[in-house]
């Protein structure tokens, strides 16, 4: 069958698929992007992380005649892709800023006589009149706006170079173009369609939902030691990310994984660039290394055997926590997104907010934002349902979040919430005082401390009255509070003050219902599933065969320079391992073998299968 209007055959995409790729069929909406792009359609496709938004346009690019021009933000990964085509027999380059003048030389004229496939194409290039002219003495295919959603102001990732990405239709009518995003707020979507000019687009927008990942929030108590006991439960010897707000928070926790016997690498702003690159170049390349990171590690981090995301600090909305738990489990296997938050990741995240430079509609943006992140983390249902939601999608209970877990309790907190909010109305009516959760806290209890002499607080007349909750059960009440805005808080101290809302409660106009603080840190043995020790799917035999393939993997990763997963997924090695196929022919039916690397590797694969414990 032939696509309308381009004499190309939708039948090439299926063959280039098999060939190139060593996949049996397409995923999901694949095969119509693709038919669409190749045809010369624009699209905008909105898909989730993992989703497999790369054969979009990789393989139209294949199809149609020319070079397919891919525009990314991430320079310090295109070497990285660059190579991972390479491997599959696929021609392709880059142009950036870290390139030498001979080796940008060498890229353009493999663009100029037509032998590429794809050119990866940093943003801030396409100023350059150059670039254009450049562009223009050569055929391109199509292009491929790659994180799309840095085009939108209203996001987390806005990237000015990319409001030029609207000329391209002007200078290149005939050229699709196809903007690709794992963000997907509708104000997010309509944004990138408008600012991007994409005016006869086709929309193509995937669920969102990522069934391999398992959301828990956790009460912030101890959290490195929390993380700690996470990582040597359910994660050991498994890669991934862990986030924290500030650089001197990364370090910290970094240090205390290492010295614990969890190998760890910092990355963050602070340190300097070839520090940065080579961190990230490990965590890429080599196998089960954790990487704790201010969230300016992780866009377009393809790593697709990241197990677990660890969130150590509240993130400031549901779009980026939802971007970065995201980075968990590309590869589509079992994988954790943890976070732990308490009181003070609210007290901060306002005071930060505040405290922000720009106007007030910017801040209340930021608010809008932080109280969708707080909605999920205080909710009492499916977190997966609550996160689709944000995005316009539902579900159903999940099964695979804690909540669905172990369903939290809720009580009535009225009357908790009366006396802690007539106590912060007290000490500023009779007292002119403010004072932080601790304080309150403490009078609440009954606590003769020090400081509670020292202000005269044993005398009010709300001393004492909230002995029936304990201290962490109080700081729970506190930060829901927060989290509904029925309290706020106010300058460098955290210091609590009544807000609009605080009156319904205090006039018995609102019921508070609250979440149940457990007894203790959270075991999260009680919401996880029975720990494997094994990668999942892997029959216990099949163990030894699976690890001297990883370690075949790993030196021949090392020989060439590139990622272990450049050269095979760990998915593809687990079926091989599985499937001990003993012909080159057999091997050529996994999944992810394709011509290229059969060629390359099959031989290698058989040997080492040879030479291995022999599946019983
Ligand atoms: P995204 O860019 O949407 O995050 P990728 O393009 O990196 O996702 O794809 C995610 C993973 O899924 C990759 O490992 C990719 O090789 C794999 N994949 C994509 N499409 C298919 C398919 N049709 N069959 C099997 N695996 C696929
Ligand atoms: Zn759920």
Redesign the pocket.
């Known amino acids: 069958m032939v696509v309308p209007g381009t004499g190309l055959d939708v039948g090439d995409a299926l063959r280039v ?1 098999r060939r190139v ?1 060593g ?5 999901g909406a ?1 095969q119509e992007i693709i038919n669409h792009v190749a045809g010369g359609g624009d699209a905008l496709v909105l ?10 346009y990789q393989i139209p690019a294949l199809v149609r005649p020319g070079v397919g021009v891919v525009i990314s933000p991430l320079i310090a990964l295109m070497q990285d892709q660059v190579d991972a085509l390479t491997a599959l027999g696929v021609r392709a380059g880059f142009l950036n800023s870290t390139q030498q003048p001979s080796e940008r030389r060498r890229v353009e004229s493999a663009f100029l006589a037509g032998e590429l496939d794809l050119l990866y194409l940093a943003p801030e290039r396409l100023r350059a009149e150059s670039t254009g002219s450049l562009l223009d003495r050569g055929t391109i295919s199509l292009f491929a706006i790659d994180e799309a959603h840095c085009v939108a102001q209203w996001g987390h990732d806005f990237r000015p170079d990319y409001l030029a990405l609207s000329a391209l239709h002007q200078r290149w009518p005939t050229v699709p173009r196809i903007a ?1 995003t ?1 963000t997907a707020t509708k104000a997010t979507h309509a944004e990138i369609a408008s600012r991007l000019n994409l005016v006869d687009a086709r929309h193509f927008v995937a669920s969102f939902d990522r069934p391999n990942i398992q959301y828990r929030i956790v009460g912030k108590n101890e959290p490195k030691r929390q993380l700690l006991d996470l990582l040597r439960t359910e994660h050991p010897g498994d890669a991934g990310i862990v986030y924290c707000l500030s650089r001197a928070s990364v370090e910290k926790a970094a240090q205390f994984l290492t010295e614990n016997g969890i190998e760890a690498l910092p990355y963050h702003a602070g340190l300097d660039a070839r520090t940065r690159a080579a961190n990230q170049a490990r965590f890429l390349r080599e196998d089960g290394l954790v990487m704790v990171a201010t969230i300016a590690f992780g866009m377009g981090i ?1 790593k ?1 055997d990241v197990r677990f995301v660890a969130h150590l600090d509240l993130p400031k909305s549901v779009e980026g926590y939802y971007q970065e738990t995201g980075r968990a489990g ?3 296997l079992a994988s954790t997104a943890w976070l732990a938050y308490g009181l003070a990741d609210v007290v901060q995240q306002r005071k930060l907010i505040d405290t922000s430079e720009g106007d007030g509609a910017h801040r209340r943006r930021l608010a809008s934002h932080l109280d969708a992140m707080l909605a999920l983390c205080e909710t009492v249902e499916c977190r997966r349902g609550q996160l689709l939601a944000y995005f316009g999608q539902h579900s159903t209970a999940c099964g695979n979040c804690d909540t669905c877990l172990s369903p939290p309790e809720t009580w009535d907190g009225t009357i908790a919430a009366q006396k802690l909010l007539s106590t912060v109305l007290r000490l500023d009516r009779e007292r002119h005082q403010k004072f932080g959760a601790g304080q309150v806290i403490d009078i609440l209890l009954g606590k003769t401390t020090p400081k509670i002499t020292q202000f005269g607080h044993d005398s009010l007349t709300v001393f004492g009255i909230g002995t029936e909750l304990r201290e962490s059960e109080w700081r729970g009440v506190v930060r829901q509070l927060l989290a509904q805005s029925l309290l706020a808080v106010e300058g460098d101290y955290g210091t609590l003050v009544l807000t609009d809302s605080s009156g319904q409660v205090l006039s018995r106009q609102r019921q508070v219902l609250l979440r149940r603080e457990p007894e203790r840190a959270a075991p999260t043995a009680k919401t996880a599933k029975p720990r494997r020790a094994t990668p999942v799917d892997l029959p216990d035999a099949a163990v030894p065969v699976f690890e001297q393939l990883r370690a075949w993997r790993a030196t021949a990763a090392k020989e060439q320079a590139v990622p272990a ?1 450049v050269i095979f ?1 760990d ?1 593809t090695l687990r079926q091989i391992a599985t499937e001990a196929p003993s012909t080159l022919v057999e091997l050529s039916t996994v ?2 073998v394709g011509e290229n690397k059969l060629a390359k590797y099959g031989q290698q694969i058989l040997d080492t299968l040879a030479g291995a414990a022999p599946v019983a």
Not at 23 to 27: A, I, M
Request: glycine share 16%; with cysteine.
């Open positions: 698929l790729f996949y049996d069929s397409f995923r694949q898909m989730p992380t993992g989703g497999g938004k790369s054969l979009c690709l794992a393809d697709p590309r590869d589509g997963y997924h998915a999944n992810g």
